[in-house]
């Protein structure tokens, strides 16, 4: 096992009714943002019973951030928790909602001029020592970003990540009948997603962690058991409860710690997000069934493993079982109505030269968990996903 | 899946060689009270390397900290800690080092002369709404109180539980390479405790926590690989990582969190401790395969999964399943050198009646998970594990 920090502070209020204890939850005096997107918060009655919660605190609305959230829109957000001298911001929404806060907690106490710089450069790089306080309400069970330190902001045409230990939210209320009303495709998205996390943090190489691999393995049973269900059944409480739970626990630092980890599925999607608007989770499908085949040589224990603990699989030559498991993953996907190859998203074979370029801007030229994932393996991948 | 709360603020700093990071993480200024247990920490240089790290800061020692840590004892620590102003408190030991801390950072700060009253009466009926700033050194793994909020003193015959999440350590190393000159019987112990804490979460019954149910049998399972060879082994590093992470794993509130839990096990355990000195995790290693025999009306379903999932056992009737797992348990406790029967440490049956007598007097009379295990139940599990 490799030595880790693990200190995550987010405290989780989960299940059915809680949003009534945001009253207890947020401190007593504060002018109140309430961030979120398109509006269906309203639409599903959400946002009624937060401002319910909320009591007599003075409220600002800050609606509007979009999946995959833009920089100059979260940068109006700042303007106003700095006009209106916002004390606490409530982000209620999925996660685009929450990755944009944490962008505007941080963006809101920078004073220069460049807040880009946050993803740009790293947020320590700002030199931002505390950031405006803020809970999350979580609406869509994804990205585990309600109880972790990361974001990724969308600025011209890339995807930034940044990462601080400042930018955990205080509290995040997890109520799975919040998200009943979801329309299909996002709950198939947030169950491929939430299962490409945990494999970034899992398919690498062993190195004896036995709680996280079979931790991890177990969200991925989880996944595939409830994955359709909760598409198809979206009012059955305890397979949506597990869905969030695992998505959550998918990210929060608890499968990670001590592992290597791979997160070059996330940077090849990004590009295709960036380049052609796919959804995340479908950038994520599309590439890590042709991440594992072309990376089976460096991933062979873990792939193995995987096959034999997830699947079941354990007959036949170390390729056939890896082709096995390979096949059944991209099934599982496209039995959730995900599709896996560039081309059911109208991805032409000359646009992959674009999204290399892309990775090559952002320095993406030697990734993976051995950074021995080169540009022309990551050429490679895109062309074997058309 | 039911509605919780999760909240664990502890930082935890895991692997080799992390004890001069001491330096960073205890305020400039403290003046640092270490406390500590019989003194093996001074033997194996652990306590050398802690004042090292602590370079300049002013020290006092606290010494002689006996396993179930006794209430006396604790209440001089205090009285230390009110004298000498300490501003900070390293507890570098086991679980009973660390319980005790929990106890002396709530009792130096609580002006009545009634201290007892922490765990006779609850933490919150002291009014203390602050504690002592403490972290932890841990050099025994087992209890997870390193990253728990949970503690249990010894008071006149009885031992006393007591929680509040005022006491959750700041931080906590995990070196496992401090464990490394234990006694091969505090570490058998160690996997024995980690074990049944696990079962206390998990052997209730079924409502769908998925990845509760994979988490618990994961570590179970791990427990299961690793227990005896690093007994044998304590130079193993990887072994005694996992150990030390599983054992911090199964106690920290992630596998417990949206379903019921069950502490008749402990419950139990500690009479047999309390009149007897036996060990704490020799009581667990006793009640355990009693305790499933006696309630496995109740437990069935979670016993046919445990069954099935940790030792892979699915052939034959409900009964036979149930016979046989509880079988492999004891063999598992066995195979530690653990002893599993009350006459092995010499208790005989008249015995039984002053440790049913302790549980009344406790108010334990209508305890587990469902509240139906009656004192009449408890003598027969007592009389069972002859």
């Not at 963006?107 to 803020?134: C, H, M, Q, W």
């Amino acid at each position: 096992m490799q030595n880790f920090n693990f200190h995550n502070p987010t405290h989780i209020i989960f299940g059915k009714d809680r949003l009534s204890e945001l009253n207890k939850l947020v401190p007593q005096n504060a002018k109140v943002l309430i961030a979120f997107g398109g509006g269906s918060i309203k639409k599903f009655g959400t946002f009624d019973k937060v401002v319910d919660a909320l009591k007599d605190r003075e409220i600002i609305e800050f609606g509007g951030i979009e999946p995959n959230p833009q920089f100059n829109t979260l940068m109006k957000a700042v303007n106003v928790v700095k006009n209106e001298k916002i004390d606490f911001i409530l982000a209620v929404g999925g996660g685009s909602v929450i990755d944009g806060v944490k962008f505007i907690v941080m963006a809101a106490k920078y004073d220069g001029n460049d807040p880009e710089r946050i993803f740009l450069k790293g947020a320590a790089s700002t030199g931002v020592k505390e950031v405006v306080s803020y809970g999350t309400v979580l609406t869509l069970p994804a990205t585990g970003t309600e109880m972790n330190a990361n974001s990724v902001i969308s600025y011209k045409t890339g995807k930034y990540p940044f990462s601080t230990p400042l930018v955990y939210p205080i509290f995040s209320i997890l109520d799975p009948t919040l998200t009943h009303s979801l329309p299909k495709k996002q709950v198939a998205n947030g169950v491929v997603d939430a299962f490409v996390h945990v494999m970034e943090q899992y398919m690498t190489y062993p190195v004896d962690g036995r709680f996280q691999d079979r931790t991890a393995e177990g969200i991925l049973t989880s996944l595939i058991e409830i994955g359709k269900k909760t598409i198809d059944e979206p009012e059955d409480y305890d397979a949506r409860a597990n869905l969030v739970w695992c998505a959550t626990m998918a990210l929060n630092g608890v499968i990670g710690s001590g592992v290597p980890q791979d997160w070059a599925t996330h940077q090849l999607g990004h590009e295709i997000t960036a380049f052609y608007g796919v959804d995340h989770a479908q950038s994520l499908a599309v590439i890590l069934p042709t991440m594992m085949d072309v990376r089976r040589e460096q991933k062979k224990d873990k792939l193995i493993q995987y096959a034999d603990r997830v699947w079941n699989i354990s007959e036949g030559t170390t390729d056939e079982i890896i082709d096995k498991v390979i096949a059944q993953t991209r099934e599982f996907f496209e039995s959730l109505n995900v599709k896996t190859r560039l081309s059911d998203y109208g991805i032409p074979a000359n646009g992959i030269d674009q999204m290399v370029k892309g990775l090559e801007e952002k320095g993406s030229t030697s990734i993976s968990e051995r950074g021995d994932l080169t540009l022309d393996i990551s050429r490679k991948i895109f062309e074997m996903s058309l």
